[in-house]
Protein backbone atom coordinates (compact mmCIF):
# COMPACT_ATOMS: atom_id res chain seq x y z
CA UNK A 1 0.00 0.00 0.00
CA UNK A 2 0.69 3.56 -0.61
CA UNK A 3 0.90 6.71 1.27
CA UNK A 4 -0.24 10.02 -0.92
CA UNK A 5 1.71 12.68 1.37
CA UNK A 6 2.01 16.31 1.18
CA UNK A 7 4.74 17.86 -0.45
CA UNK A 8 7.19 19.34 2.38
CA UNK A 9 6.72 23.07 2.78
CA UNK A 10 9.30 25.27 1.41
CA UNK A 11 11.34 26.33 3.79
CA UNK A 12 11.28 30.15 4.74
CA UNK A 13 14.09 32.54 4.49
CA UNK A 14 15.70 32.75 7.84
CA UNK A 15 15.78 36.73 9.30
CA UNK A 16 19.11 37.76 8.34
CA UNK A 17 21.10 40.47 10.92
CA UNK A 18 21.44 43.37 9.60
CA UNK A 19 25.60 43.45 8.79
CA UNK A 20 26.69 46.77 9.58
CA UNK A 21 28.28 48.93 6.85
CA UNK A 22 31.84 48.67 6.33
CA UNK A 23 31.81 44.56 7.59
CA UNK A 24 34.14 42.58 7.08
CA UNK A 25 33.74 40.68 3.57
CA UNK A 26 35.20 37.26 5.76
CA UNK A 27 32.29 38.34 7.72
CA UNK A 28 29.31 38.18 5.29
CA UNK A 29 30.54 34.75 3.21
CA UNK A 30 30.60 32.81 7.50
CA UNK A 31 26.47 34.48 7.30
CA UNK A 32 25.87 33.35 3.66
CA UNK A 33 27.52 29.61 4.55
CA UNK A 34 25.33 29.52 7.51
CA UNK A 35 22.24 29.40 5.87
CA UNK A 36 23.28 27.50 3.55
CA UNK A 37 23.96 24.93 6.09
CA UNK A 38 20.80 25.75 7.86
CA UNK A 39 18.63 25.04 4.34
CA UNK A 40 20.52 21.26 3.64
CA UNK A 41 19.55 20.24 7.31
CA UNK A 42 16.11 20.90 6.60
CA UNK A 43 15.68 19.06 4.20
CA UNK A 44 17.96 16.26 5.35
CA UNK A 45 15.31 16.35 8.89
CA UNK A 46 12.36 16.28 6.47
CA UNK A 47 13.29 13.31 3.99
CA UNK A 48 14.91 11.26 6.89
CA UNK A 49 10.95 11.92 8.54
CA UNK A 50 9.73 10.68 5.62
CA UNK A 51 11.46 7.60 5.42
CA UNK A 52 10.87 6.58 9.02
CA UNK A 53 6.79 7.01 8.59
CA UNK A 54 7.44 5.04 5.93
CA UNK A 55 9.05 2.25 8.12
CA UNK A 56 6.72 2.23 10.63
CA UNK A 57 3.46 1.43 8.45
CA UNK A 58 5.39 -1.24 6.48
CA UNK A 59 5.11 1.23 3.34
CA UNK A 60 7.07 1.26 0.32
CA UNK A 61 7.56 3.89 -2.28
CA UNK A 62 7.43 1.52 -5.36
CA UNK A 63 4.06 1.09 -6.91
CA UNK A 64 1.73 -1.93 -5.82
CA UNK A 65 2.01 -4.45 -8.18
CA UNK A 66 -1.60 -5.97 -9.07
CA UNK A 67 -3.10 -9.48 -10.49
CA UNK A 68 -5.15 -9.08 -12.72
CA UNK A 69 -7.86 -10.71 -13.37
CA UNK A 70 -8.19 -13.74 -15.82
CA UNK A 71 -9.08 -13.01 -18.82
CA UNK A 72 -12.44 -13.83 -19.69
CA UNK A 73 -12.80 -17.26 -21.79
CA UNK A 74 -16.27 -16.91 -22.50
CA UNK A 75 -18.86 -13.97 -23.82
CA UNK A 76 -21.45 -13.07 -21.16
CA UNK A 77 -24.49 -15.57 -21.44
CA UNK A 78 -26.96 -13.46 -23.51
CA UNK A 79 -30.20 -12.00 -21.83
CA UNK A 80 -32.48 -14.95 -21.05
CA UNK A 81 -35.95 -14.97 -22.73
CA UNK A 82 -38.88 -14.35 -20.86
CA UNK A 83 -40.70 -17.98 -20.73
CA UNK A 84 -44.50 -18.65 -20.10
CA UNK A 85 -45.03 -22.21 -17.70
CA UNK A 86 -45.89 -24.04 -21.79
CA UNK A 87 -42.78 -22.63 -23.08
CA UNK A 88 -40.60 -23.61 -20.59
CA UNK A 89 -42.46 -27.17 -20.64
CA UNK A 90 -41.59 -27.40 -24.38
CA UNK A 91 -38.10 -26.85 -23.55
CA UNK A 92 -37.77 -29.84 -20.99
CA UNK A 93 -39.86 -32.18 -23.01
CA UNK A 94 -37.51 -32.16 -26.23
CA UNK A 95 -34.63 -34.03 -25.26
CA UNK A 96 -34.98 -37.75 -26.20
CA UNK A 97 -31.74 -38.45 -24.33
CA UNK A 98 -31.76 -41.77 -26.55
CA UNK A 99 -28.42 -43.75 -26.36
CA UNK A 100 -29.23 -45.37 -29.37
CA UNK A 101 -30.07 -41.79 -31.25
CA UNK A 102 -27.89 -41.78 -34.30
CA UNK A 103 -28.41 -38.31 -34.61
CA UNK A 104 -27.28 -37.42 -31.38
CA UNK A 105 -23.67 -37.56 -29.91
CA UNK A 106 -22.43 -36.90 -26.23
CA UNK A 107 -23.22 -38.82 -22.79
CA UNK A 108 -27.11 -39.49 -22.97
CA UNK A 109 -27.22 -38.60 -19.30
CA UNK A 110 -24.83 -35.16 -19.65
CA UNK A 111 -26.35 -32.16 -17.78
CA UNK A 112 -26.95 -29.78 -20.58
CA UNK A 113 -28.36 -30.78 -23.70
CA UNK A 114 -28.39 -28.71 -26.64
CA UNK A 115 -31.04 -29.58 -29.19
CA UNK A 116 -30.48 -27.97 -32.90
CA UNK A 117 -33.49 -27.46 -35.30
CA UNK A 118 -31.24 -26.97 -38.54
CA UNK A 119 -31.49 -27.32 -42.55
CA UNK A 120 -28.44 -28.59 -44.82
CA UNK A 121 -29.75 -25.31 -47.38
CA UNK A 122 -29.53 -23.33 -44.43
CA UNK A 123 -26.44 -20.60 -44.95
CA UNK A 124 -27.25 -19.28 -41.06
CA UNK A 125 -26.94 -23.28 -40.24
CA UNK A 126 -23.57 -23.11 -42.49
CA UNK A 127 -22.00 -20.47 -40.27
CA UNK A 128 -23.17 -22.15 -37.16
CA UNK A 129 -21.52 -25.66 -38.15
CA UNK A 130 -18.43 -24.17 -39.57
CA UNK A 131 -17.79 -21.61 -36.70
CA UNK A 132 -19.77 -22.33 -33.95
CA UNK A 133 -20.14 -26.06 -33.33
CA UNK A 134 -16.48 -26.88 -33.72
CA UNK A 135 -15.97 -24.64 -30.24
CA UNK A 136 -18.45 -27.40 -28.00
CA UNK A 137 -16.12 -30.07 -28.61
CA UNK A 138 -14.49 -30.37 -25.61
CA UNK A 139 -17.54 -29.91 -23.84
CA UNK A 140 -18.97 -33.13 -25.60
CA UNK A 141 -15.72 -34.75 -24.75
CA UNK A 142 -15.86 -34.08 -21.20
CA UNK A 143 -19.58 -35.13 -20.57
CA UNK A 144 -21.14 -31.16 -20.16
CA UNK A 145 -23.14 -31.47 -23.36
CA UNK A 146 -24.70 -33.62 -25.60
CA UNK A 147 -25.74 -32.45 -28.65
CA UNK A 148 -29.22 -33.70 -30.48
CA UNK A 149 -30.68 -32.78 -33.91
CA UNK A 150 -33.61 -31.97 -35.05
CA UNK A 151 -34.52 -31.51 -39.04
CA UNK A 152 -36.50 -28.62 -40.02
CA UNK A 153 -35.86 -29.07 -43.70
CA UNK A 154 -37.81 -25.75 -45.67
CA UNK A 155 -35.34 -23.76 -46.91
CA UNK A 156 -34.53 -24.48 -50.08
CA UNK A 157 -36.76 -27.48 -52.55
CA UNK A 158 -33.33 -30.10 -51.95
CA UNK A 159 -33.85 -29.20 -48.24
CA UNK A 160 -35.91 -32.75 -47.28
CA UNK A 161 -33.81 -34.59 -49.53
CA UNK A 162 -30.68 -33.63 -47.72
CA UNK A 163 -32.31 -34.30 -44.70
CA UNK A 164 -33.46 -37.67 -45.83
CA UNK A 165 -29.78 -38.34 -46.80
CA UNK A 166 -29.03 -37.58 -43.04
CA UNK A 167 -31.29 -39.78 -41.70
CA UNK A 168 -30.09 -42.75 -44.00
CA UNK A 169 -26.32 -42.01 -42.95
CA UNK A 170 -27.55 -41.93 -39.03
CA UNK A 171 -28.72 -45.65 -40.20
CA UNK A 172 -24.91 -46.28 -40.85
CA UNK A 173 -23.73 -44.86 -37.71
CA UNK A 174 -22.39 -41.91 -39.46
CA UNK A 175 -24.34 -38.74 -39.31
CA UNK A 176 -22.27 -36.51 -38.06
CA UNK A 177 -19.63 -37.13 -40.26
CA UNK A 178 -22.06 -36.59 -43.17
CA UNK A 179 -23.04 -33.45 -41.44
CA UNK A 180 -19.37 -32.03 -41.10
CA UNK A 181 -18.66 -32.96 -44.78
CA UNK A 182 -21.91 -31.75 -45.84
CA UNK A 183 -21.44 -28.37 -44.13
CA UNK A 184 -17.60 -28.49 -45.36
CA UNK A 185 -18.48 -28.21 -48.48
CA UNK A 186 -21.10 -25.33 -48.38
CA UNK A 187 -21.21 -21.48 -48.58
CA UNK A 188 -21.89 -19.87 -45.49
CA UNK A 189 -23.35 -16.84 -47.82
CA UNK A 190 -25.56 -18.83 -50.33
CA UNK A 191 -28.06 -21.44 -50.12
CA UNK A 192 -26.64 -24.52 -51.16
CA UNK A 193 -28.67 -26.85 -53.41
CA UNK A 194 -28.24 -31.02 -53.73
CA UNK A 195 -29.06 -33.59 -55.70
CA UNK A 196 -28.78 -37.38 -55.09
CA UNK A 197 -25.49 -37.36 -56.83
CA UNK A 198 -24.25 -35.02 -54.39
CA UNK A 199 -25.83 -36.53 -51.05
CA UNK A 200 -24.33 -40.05 -52.03
CA UNK A 201 -20.60 -38.14 -52.90
CA UNK A 202 -21.08 -36.71 -49.39
CA UNK A 203 -21.81 -39.88 -48.10
CA UNK A 204 -18.63 -41.98 -49.75
CA UNK A 205 -16.60 -39.29 -48.02
CA UNK A 206 -18.22 -39.33 -44.64
CA UNK A 207 -16.96 -42.93 -44.68
CA UNK A 208 -20.96 -44.39 -45.04
CA UNK A 209 -20.24 -48.31 -45.77
CA UNK A 210 -23.19 -49.50 -47.48
CA UNK A 211 -24.16 -46.95 -50.43
CA UNK A 212 -26.62 -49.23 -51.64
CA UNK A 213 -28.56 -49.33 -48.73
CA UNK A 214 -27.86 -45.46 -47.90
CA UNK A 215 -29.22 -44.67 -51.50
CA UNK A 216 -32.84 -47.26 -50.64
CA UNK A 217 -32.90 -45.59 -47.22
CA UNK A 218 -32.33 -41.93 -48.50
CA UNK A 219 -35.31 -42.32 -50.77
CA UNK A 220 -37.79 -44.53 -48.70
CA UNK A 221 -41.26 -43.70 -47.92
CA UNK A 222 -40.38 -44.00 -44.40
CA UNK A 223 -37.64 -41.60 -44.39
CA UNK A 224 -39.64 -39.00 -46.92
CA UNK A 225 -42.56 -39.05 -43.68
CA UNK A 226 -39.69 -38.86 -41.09
CA UNK A 227 -38.17 -35.71 -42.30
CA UNK A 228 -41.94 -33.95 -43.05
CA UNK A 229 -43.13 -35.27 -39.63
CA UNK A 230 -40.16 -33.33 -37.84
CA UNK A 231 -40.83 -30.15 -39.83
CA UNK A 232 -44.39 -30.38 -38.64
CA UNK A 233 -43.12 -30.74 -35.29
CA UNK A 234 -41.07 -28.26 -35.00
CA UNK A 235 -43.68 -25.87 -36.24
CA UNK A 236 -46.49 -27.28 -33.62
CA UNK A 237 -44.04 -26.29 -30.96
CA UNK A 238 -43.13 -22.97 -32.21
CA UNK A 239 -40.33 -23.56 -34.22
CA UNK A 240 -39.81 -21.86 -37.31
CA UNK A 241 -36.38 -20.48 -38.62
CA UNK A 242 -32.71 -21.78 -38.30
CA UNK A 243 -30.72 -22.73 -36.85
CA UNK A 244 -32.69 -22.63 -33.38
CA UNK A 245 -31.36 -24.01 -30.01
CA UNK A 246 -32.51 -24.96 -27.19
CA UNK A 247 -30.13 -25.52 -24.19
CA UNK A 248 -31.73 -26.94 -20.72
CA UNK A 249 -34.11 -24.03 -19.77
CA UNK A 250 -33.83 -21.60 -22.80
CA UNK A 251 -32.90 -21.17 -26.10
CA UNK A 252 -31.39 -18.95 -28.61
CA UNK A 253 -33.02 -18.07 -32.05
CA UNK A 254 -30.70 -17.61 -35.15
CA UNK A 255 -26.87 -17.86 -35.23
CA UNK A 256 -25.02 -17.82 -32.15
CA UNK A 257 -20.89 -17.55 -31.79
CA UNK A 258 -19.25 -20.09 -29.34
CA UNK A 259 -18.34 -17.81 -26.60
CA UNK A 260 -21.99 -17.18 -26.62
CA UNK A 261 -23.45 -20.78 -26.56
CA UNK A 262 -20.69 -21.63 -24.21
CA UNK A 263 -22.03 -19.45 -21.58
CA UNK A 264 -25.17 -19.76 -22.18
CA UNK A 265 -24.10 -23.67 -21.32
CA UNK A 266 -22.14 -23.10 -18.36
CA UNK A 267 -25.01 -20.92 -17.09
CA UNK A 268 -27.29 -23.72 -17.51
CA UNK A 269 -25.03 -26.27 -15.88
CA UNK A 270 -24.52 -24.91 -13.12
CA UNK A 271 -28.23 -24.73 -12.69
Given at each position: ????Q????????P?????????????K???????V????????????????V?R?T???????TT??P?A???????P????????????????????N?G??????????????F???G??????????????????I??????????????????SP???Q?????????R??????????A?????H?????????A???????P????FK?D??????????A????H???????G?????????????????????????E????
Amino acid sequence: MTFSQEPAAAPTEPIRPAVPDGAPPARKNNQAMVIVLLIIIALLLATIAGILVKRSTGGSSAAPTTTAPPAATTAPAPPAPSLSPEQLQILRDEPKRDPNDGQAKGAADAPVVLTIFSDFGCPYCTKFAQETEPGLNDLIENGTLRIEWRDLAQITPSSPLAAQAGIAAANQGRFWEFHDAVYAAADPTDHPEYTQDSLVAFAQSAGVPDIEKFKADMSADATVQAVAQAKEHAQKIGVTGTPFLMINDTYISGFAPADTVRATIAEQAAK
